[in-house]
């Protein structure tokens, strides 16, 4: 119950926010490396260092101790403590394409959780940010990996189709949907007892959102399994083929 409690306090806390800006959030509470995190992005115009400014001001006047790290021009972190509730509130912060990229970083310094396996998944160079989460059971488990990388959204996606096949995945289906004007991509791969989809979408210019989820398994008769991937394709490879004799 002690441990519950201290959940529930921890998830009213807040992310640090930049004012004129929109913050996504990346996943929901998170667990990073044994650590619970809360986090989110954003982007805006200003010089890095009035971001810093703001964020330094806001909380030093608060009486938090506060750390500011980085060339200020380039890259910066801004990282404050805030000791009687056991929480740590930071900001990473990266010149791209003439703006200020920020991450906005809630993290728990008094809860602790297992580590996640080792993930299955591709991480790309060029990756701007990356976060994983895991969850296991007696069965198998599954692993989701969020991130942002450098490149458009067709640079991004050769690049995973040439990680999986590294890692021995066969492709099994790809769709593309238009979604408030953007294209985003679904990707699926398979080897036996594995699956890993991923999703990709434009976020900013030259920036590709990544989400990839992984699900595996220890049992024999584990989804998906050899004859459902094959069907899989074969549905998908003679879809692309109608596709080709019917176009003119």
């Known amino acids: 119950m002690l441990l519950l409690g201290a959940l529930s306090a921890s998830a009213q806390q807040e992310l640090p926010v930049y004012p004129g800006t929109v913050h996504t959030r990346i ?29 330094v001001k806001q909380w030093r006047s608060q009486g938090y101790p506060t750390a500011v790290d ?24 990266r010149r791209h394409l003439g703006k200020t990229l920020g991450f906005t970083v809630l993290r728990d310094l008094w809860m602790s959780a297992p580590k996640s396996p080792a993930s ?13 989460l895991a969850s296991r059971d007696a069965a198998g488990g599954s692993q989701h990996r969020s991130a942002l990388v450098e490149g458009d959204m067709a640079t991004v996606r050769q690049r995973v189709v040439q990680e999986m096949s590294k890692q021995g995945y066969a492709p099994v289906r790809e ?7 953007q294209t985003r991509v679904t990707l699926e791969h398979a080897r036996k007892g594995e699956q890993v989809v991923t999703n990709l ?18 049992r024999p008769d584990a989804v998906p399994n050899d004859a459902a991937v094959r069907e899989s394709k074969a549905a998908y490879e003679r879809a692309q083929k109608a596709q080709k004799e019917a176009a003119p």
């Open 70 to 93: 980085g060339d200020l021009k380039e890259e910066a972190v801004v990282s404050a403590l805030y000791t009687r509730e056991g929480l740590q509130r930071g900001v990473v912060l």
């Open 175 to 181: 769709s593309a949907v238009k979604v408030g004007g």
């Open 120 to 132: 299955g998944l591709v991480k790309l160079e060029g990756t701007l940010f990356s976060e994983d």
């Open 201 to 218: 979408s434009p976020v900013d210019e030259g920036v590709t959102a990544m989400l990839q989820m992984w699900v595996g398994s220890d």
């Open 27 to 55: 996943g929901n509470d998170l667990v990073i490396a044994g650590e619970y995190y809360r986090m989110a992005y954003f982007l805006t115009d200003d010089p890095m260092d009035k971001v810093v400014d703001y964020f």
